[in-house]
């Protein structure tokens, strides 16, 4: 687990994925960048091994935002799970402070919705703008995958 830098994290901080694979003979991925962020957790440790051990995934590198006091969030789905009013949702990150939701609406879906939808945003976030967009469907990536979270916040942005 290791931060932008390249250093290790401790234990218990969030650090990017970086795991040794020798299933394959012919092509072992040795020190490869998974594409996961997680949470490391103290090694077991016995007389004849140390085996690192992942206390938390917190979601795919791409799938996180950054906000400006440094804060790394993923795992939206956890932010709207017991919400109600619509059939899917994409969190999109416009600046450090502004976020666009594109919602699917389910035919109960209205103004409470909306606004329930911001505050459990704005809750976790703090002080950023929401706008709702209602979208019939939400467009799926080339290879057909839902992404569920985009970032337009480079990484140039944060030095």
């Known amino acids: 687990f290791i931060d932008q830098k390249g250093n290790y994290v401790n234990f218990g901080e969030e650090g990017d994925m970086i795991c040794t694979g020798f299933l ?42 950054m906000l400006k006091d440094g804060r790394r969030l993923g795992s939206f789905n956890r932010f709207f799970a017991d919400l109600e009013g619509f059939k899917e949702i994409q969190v999109v990150q416009l600046d450090f402070d502004r976020f666009l939701l594109n919602v699917v609406p389910s035919d109960e879906f209205g103004s409470y919705n909306q606004e329930k939808l911001i505050n459990s945003l704005t809750e976790r976030l703090g002080e950023v703008k929401v706008e709702i967009r209602q979208l019939s469907h939400i467009p799926r990536s080339s290879n057909g995958k839902f992404k569920a979270v985009i970032s337009h916040v480079g990484k140039s942005q944060l030095e």
Not at 29 to 55: A, E, F
Request: glycine residues 8%; without cysteine; aromatic residues 8%.
């Open 24 to 65: 394959n003979y012919n092509q072992p991925l040795i020190r490869y960048r998974i594409g996961d962020v997680g949470v490391p957790l103290s090694p077991l440790v016995n007389q004849y091994i140390q085996m690192p051990r992942v206390k938390e995934i917190v979601g795919r590198n791409d799938d996180i935002i």
